[in-house]
């Protein structure tokens, strides 16, 4: 009986399915939210993204999407509104590399003679690249993660280990589509990747004991794990191992926000145009 319910939802898609490609390119603005931004939506921190996009749908309503994408992000305490956030004076940024996959879903079955345009949502699973950095007194580029600015890897914190530069997420958004023509897609989208690390821009849990911390890593480790020194309000205290740096109960995340502009092309081996599918069985009457 399942088997049966199983065809007969598919049998419209696998029957009547316009097979078709779409290669594109994207470009936009891309934003982060974590322990160094508050706001999914800030006033200031945005930064360029572009990339290149694949999509190849077996159906008007579902096709599945891959792209490949550039973007920059960045976040730093001096743009919080909390002044408790802004004498921690903490700020990172990194370039950000990701490759996606996922399944992408027209409301709205888009073709040649019906629907021009339809709003669309999709979901997938990335694999992201990125090296927070910092800049130094004298504006040059510091890698954080070598710095172990949280003790990760130090034998005295065995719980923070390094944490690696390649990453998952999961992203997730939608947009809307409209057809041109009959080759060309404009998209507008949004898409948001909840990822799997809590280190994307290098704070995730407490402070570390300074001491240790210098022994072990140097006066630089130091200096970029705890700024709050660099600021005339600060009263000579260093913070210990109970003093919180960010919050672990939540990861972080990034999002992309654009337009997508894609050719339309058939699928190889379509045999028979789209709307020659759609069109009615003429019924003859026979002549007597």
Same mark, same amino acid.
């Given at each position: 009986?399942?088997? =049966?319910?199983?065809?007969?939802?598919?049998?419209?898609?696998?029957?009547? $399915?316009?097979?078709?490609?779409?290669?594109?390119?994207?470009? +936009?603005?891309?934003? &982060?939210?974590?322990?160094? #931004?508050?706001?999914?939506?800030?006033?200031?921190?945005?930064? $360029?993204?572009?990339?290149?996009? &694949?999509?190849?749908?077996?159906?008007?309503?579902?096709?599945? %999407?891959?792209?490949?994408? &550039?973007?920059?992000?960045?976040?730093?305490?001096?743009?919080?509104?909390? !002044?408790?956030?802004?004498?921690?004076?903490?700020?990172? #940024?990194?370039?950000?590399?990701?490759?996606?996959? +996922?399944?992408?879903?027209?409301?709205?079955?888009?073709?040649?003679?019906?629907?021009?345009?339809?709003?669309? $949502?999709?979901?997938?699973?990335?694999?992201?690249?990125?090296?927070?950095?910092?800049?130094?007194?004298? &504006?040059?580029?510091?890698?954080? %993660?070598?710095?172990?600015?949280?003790?990760?890897?130090?034998?005295?914190?065995?719980? =923070?280990?390094?944490?690696?530069?390649?990453?998952?997420?999961?992203?997730? @958004? @939608?947009?809307?589509?409209?057809?041109? +023509?009959? =080759?060309?897609?404009? !998209?507008?989208?949004?898409?948001? %990747?909840?990822? $799997?690390? *809590?280190?994307?821009?290098?704070?995730?849990? !407490?402070?570390?004991?300074?001491?240790?911390?210098? %022994?072990?890593? +140097?006066? #630089?480790?130091?200096?970029?794990?705890?700024?709050?020194?660099?600021? !005339?309000?600060?009263?000579?205290?260093?913070?210990? *191992?109970?003093f919180v740096r960010g919050d672990n109960m939540k990861k972080d995340w990034y999002w992309f926000a654009g337009l997508n502009v894609a050719i339309y092309f058939d699928a190889f @081996?379509?045999?028979?145009?789209?709307?020659?599918?759609?069109?009615?069985?003429?019924?003859?009457?026979?002549?007597?």
């Open positions: 009986m399942v088997k =049966r319910i199983l065809v007969l939802l598919l049998f419209p898609i696998v029957t009547f $399915a316009q097979k078709h490609h779409e290669v594109g390119i994207f470009g +936009g603005t891309s934003s &982060y939210y974590g322990d160094l #931004q508050e706001r999914l939506f800030p006033e200031e921190g945005y930064r $360029a993204c572009g990339g290149l996009t &694949y999509k190849y749908f077996v159906h008007p309503s579902v096709g599945f %999407r891959f792209g490949a994408t &550039y973007a920059s992000l960045y976040g730093a305490d001096s743009l919080s509104e909390s !002044s408790a956030v802004r004498a921690r004076n903490l700020n990172f #940024q990194t370039n950000l590399f990701e490759f996606h996959g +996922g399944l992408e879903v027209n409301l709205l079955p888009v073709d040649f003679d019906e629907f021009k345009f339809s709003p669309y $949502a999709f979901v997938g699973l990335a694999l992201f690249y990125y090296n927070p950095y910092t800049m130094g007194p004298n &504006y040059e580029k510091i890698y954080l %993660r070598p710095l172990s600015t949280e003790g990760q890897g130090l034998k005295q914190y065995p719980d =923070r280990n390094i944490y690696s530069l390649v990453n998952v997420g999961v992203p997730l @958004g @939608g947009g809307i589509k409209v057809l041109i +023509g009959k =080759r060309v897609f404009v !998209s507008a989208e949004i898409g948001f %990747r909840y990822t $799997a690390t *809590d280190y994307l821009d290098d704070v995730s849990k !407490s402070y570390v004991n300074m001491d240790t911390l210098f %022994r072990y890593k +140097g006066k #630089q480790s130091v200096d970029l794990s705890f700024r709050t020194d660099e600021l !005339s309000t600060w009263d000579g205290n260093y913070p210990n *191992d109970k @081996g379509n045999v028979m145009p789209y709307k020659k599918t759609r069109c009615p069985r003429r019924i003859f009457k026979k002549d007597f």
